[in-house]
């Protein structure tokens, strides 16, 4: 089992919808990031989460600590927002390193 | 004020050659690490450095792969004889202080190397 589980592992969606990406984790942690990837490209740090909520644009990241759960959400998807979103965990479990997810892929069609 | 550089963009290097890979941190930034995401997986953990002190190399392979940060210039990932299986994209990324108080990871565009 990984350390770190996203679901779903790939995502098709409409122009419009509204689009949740999910992160499980099995230990405690310090911080928690949603990363973005696109294809051929470097990766962008979306968010890091120690709790609550955060929101840029038409991006949110929650996080429930109790339930080792987070959410990346995308409200009214565009074609451009197609990538490999990731999410990442830092904890002292595993020596303060950054544990990936495998990483959700996206795709917008218009 | 630049983000992580990291070069080339490209590498192609054939058996038993060496791969040297390049990461300028942000200005201010004195902590780099490095990360490998090899084909259809995740990205993996590395090394990480401190100016002129390797922090944490638990995520290096035992063999050929080195890193340093030296006082000046940037930090350096060398692989020694290249192998197919070294065939990778490898990331960089670098923050202000110590990833013990939970700083922002700001990431390169990454070196892809390829191995022929």
């Not at chain 2, 992580?4 to 990461?23: I, S």
Request: aromatic share 8%; net charge positive; charged share 20%.
């Amino acid at each position: 089992k990984n350390e770190v589980e996203q679901s779903p592992q790939n995502l098709t969606a409409q122009e419009g919808e509204f689009i949740t990406i999910n992160c499980s984790y099995s230990v405690g942690i310090s911080a928690l990031h949603w990363l973005q990837q696109h294809p051929g490209g470097g990766i962008v740090s979306l968010f890091m989460l120690s709790s609550g909520k955060k929101k840029h644009g038409r991006l949110i990241a929650t996080i429930n600590i109790q339930e080792k759960h987070s959410s990346l959400h995308i409200t009214a998807s565009h074609p451009r927002d197609s990538a490999v979103y990731i999410c990442a965990v830092r904890s002292g479990e595993y020596g303060n390193k950054l544990v990936f997810g495998a990483g959700t892929i996206l795709r917008v069609k218009s | 004020n630049a983000g992580v550089m990291q070069n080339p963009r490209h590498l192609v290097r054939r058996r038993g050659q060496e791969a040297r890979l390049r990461c300028s941190p942000m200005k201010g930034h004195s902590h780099v690490y490095w990360y490998r995401q090899l084909p259809e997986e995740g990205l993996k953990f590395m090394v990480y450095l401190q100016k002129e002190n390797i922090i944490d190399e638990s995520g290096m392979p035992k063999e050929r792969f080195s890193a340093e940060f030296p006082k000046e210039g940037p930090s350096i990932l060398r692989i020694q004889q290249v192998v197919r299986g070294d065939s990778a994209a490898y990331f960089c990324a670098s923050s202000p202080n110590s990833q013990y108080i939970n700083p922002e990871a700001f990431f390169g565009q990454g070196t892809r190397l390829t191995v022929v």
